[in-house]
């Protein structure tokens, strides 16, 4: 039996049940709840609240996020590096329909992390149209109208999925039985009941109803993705449900298929239909939480580097070339010493110097143990 099941009837796609289909008591589901809990009590331990810290690393997962939720559309640019780029250019420097879908999700999740910390949070349907909005803003998508619900025209059907990932599904078409399927599901989702579930529930199950309906022309995905992370922010998890994107793009063909595979097993009225996605979410949460820690221990460590070298320059054991090496390769990452040779920043330093000036500042680094050689790269001492 559905915790707090809801049926909702539409006049020409049949109906949607709005429920919990879930065994909460499987051994599985509570041990994943239980170390969510534990593993996400030791990062909230950790020094995170630091102003620097949260300025590192949400522009870290905001990067990381956009480049995942737009690799999964097929909208991304290259990297996360170029993520970063774009993220700090102005509205009017926006070119490509890449740049634009990056510029979009950052807009979106800037909005999805203030509406969800305003006190009594309740996600509505203006919510969800306005993040559309944010999503989908400039960018040209046939039969999409950006904050609105889709109505198919006769002979343009809408389609989800693909038989390699478990099959083809046909959302409602018309916009009056949308709009009563979403109406039902902002009623379920904000019953008393359901409010008192736990949120690491609810968020995939919201997920997956969501993109059942598929309300909007284009953008379902992401948005879907967003509206995830909004419960979750809202439930005091800070930065681990935007790193979802992440696992789901790491585990694309899973995720596609793990929908139809819930689906069909509504369809046959399985008691545990939403076991199968909610597993594979909690799964990737923890895995979430976990790298969250693991960043936030490397921010915290990158800080007290730079503060040692700081010291060390003041002390003048090494000098300013010497010091913004360490810098920039604590920020960059290992390199080689013919790649180090081709940064434009590491040129300018020598500009008027040497040879053997460059020589032997990276000599002298080596062998105070500030810089040392792995495997061909050099690599910055890190505080422990």
């Not at 960018?139 to 099959?167: A, M």
């Not at 298929?257 to 545990?272: G, H, I, Q, V, Y």
């Not at 040497?354 to 020589?359: E, K, L, Y």
Request: glycine content about 4%.
């Amino acid at each position: 039996m559905a915790t707090s099941s809801l049926k909702i009837m539409t006049q020409k796609s049949g109906y949607i049940e709005f429920g919990i289909f879930l065994d909460k008591t499987r051994s599985d589901i509570s041990n994943l709840l239980f170390q969510i809990h534990y593993a996400h009590r030791a990062y909230e331990e950790l020094p995170q609240s630091l102003p620097m810290i949260v300025a590192a690393l949400d522009k870290e997962i905001v990067a990381t996020s956009i480049f995942s939720t737009t690799s999964i559309e097929g909208t991304a640019l290259e990297s996360e590096e170029e993520v970063k780029e774009v993220l700090a250019l102005s509205p009017q420097e926006v070119k490509t329909v890449e740049q634009r879908a990056a510029a979009n999700m950052k807009a979106a999740y800037d909005y999805a992390r203030a509406k969800s910390q305003e006190p009594n949070f309740r996600l509505t349907e203006e919510h969800i149209k306005n993040v559309h909005a944010l999503v989908t803003k400039d960018i040209p998508l046939p039969y999409n109208v950006p904050g609105c619900y889709r109505d198919n025209p006769r002979d343009v059907p809408t389609f989800v999925g693909h038989e390699r990932v478990g099959g083809v599904y046909r959302p409602p078409k018309t916009l009056h039985d949308i709009e009563t399927l979403m109406s039902g599901l902002i009623k379920w989702i904000n019953s008393e009941e359901i409010r008192a579930e736990n949120p690491l529930i609810v968020a995939p199950i919201v997920h997956f109803y969501f993109e059942l309906i598929h309300p909007f022309g284009d953008g379902n995905g992401r948005v879907g993705r967003v509206l995830e992370a909004m419960i979750l922010k809202a439930s005091d998890y800070r930065h681990a449900p935007f790193l979802m994107a992440k696992y789901y793009r790491n585990h694309i063909q899973e995720y596609f298929s793990l929908f139809n595979t819930c689906r069909s097993a509504m369809e046959k009225k399985d008691p545990n239909a939403h076991y199968p996605f909610v597993k594979f979410f909690l799964d990737g949460f923890l895995e979430a939480v976990e790298e969250t820690k693991s960043r936030v221990i490397s921010l915290v460590r990158i800080m007290a580097s730079r503060d040692y070298f700081a010291r060390k320059l003041e002390k003048k054991d090494i000098n300013r070339r010497q010091y913004t090496i360490l810098l920039e390769l604590l920020e960059r990452g290992p390199m080689s010493k013919k790649e180090l040779d081709l940064q434009p920043w590491y040129t300018a330093l020598y500009q008027n110097r040497t040879t053997m000036t460059r020589s032997r500042d990276l000599k002298k680094l080596l062998k105070a143990d500030l810089l040392y050689d792995q495997d061909g790269k050099l690599v910055v001492f890190r505080m422990p």
